[in-house]
């Protein structure tokens, strides 16, 4: 069982950076893949990032070359640094976690309010 809890969200304006954190519970945080969602308003949840065990990441385009994923497992915590944000990156952001590349992700934390102005 793992539990996630994001931080770190916040109001910026367009331009503008912010890092996202989510701490995780438990001792086996190294195990897992950890990934970041986010969800606007009237539209389904989205597929941000991503990062393996060995710290390999992937991204949607939409994303690419302004955000970044990392972990810290000695902390227990993956982060994702956005910059260069766009009021179209506005959403609740999640990060989740599975125990295989191939699985749904098992667990999910309760989400940041990410808000960009123009």
């Known amino acids: 069982q793992v539990q996630l809890v994001e931080s770190g969200g916040g109001l910026v304006q367009a331009g503008g950076s912010l890092r996202l954190s989510c701490a995780a519970s438990g001792r086996t945080f190294s195990s897992y893949f950890m990934g970041w969602f986010r969800q606007a308003p009237g539209k389904e949840r989205a597929f941000v990032a991503a990062i393996n065990r060995s710290g390999g990441s992937t991204y949607a385009d939409s994303v690419k070359g302004r955000f970044t994923i990392s972990r810290d497992n000695a902390k227990n915590t993956v982060y994702l640094q956005m910059d260069s944000l766009k009021p179209e990156d506005t959403a609740v952001y999640f990060c989740?976690?599975?125990?295989?590349?191939?699985?749904?992700?098992?667990?999910w934390g309760q989400g940041t309010q990410v808000t960009v102005s123009s």
């Open positions: 989740a976690a599975r125990l295989s590349a191939g699985s749904p992700y098992d667990y």
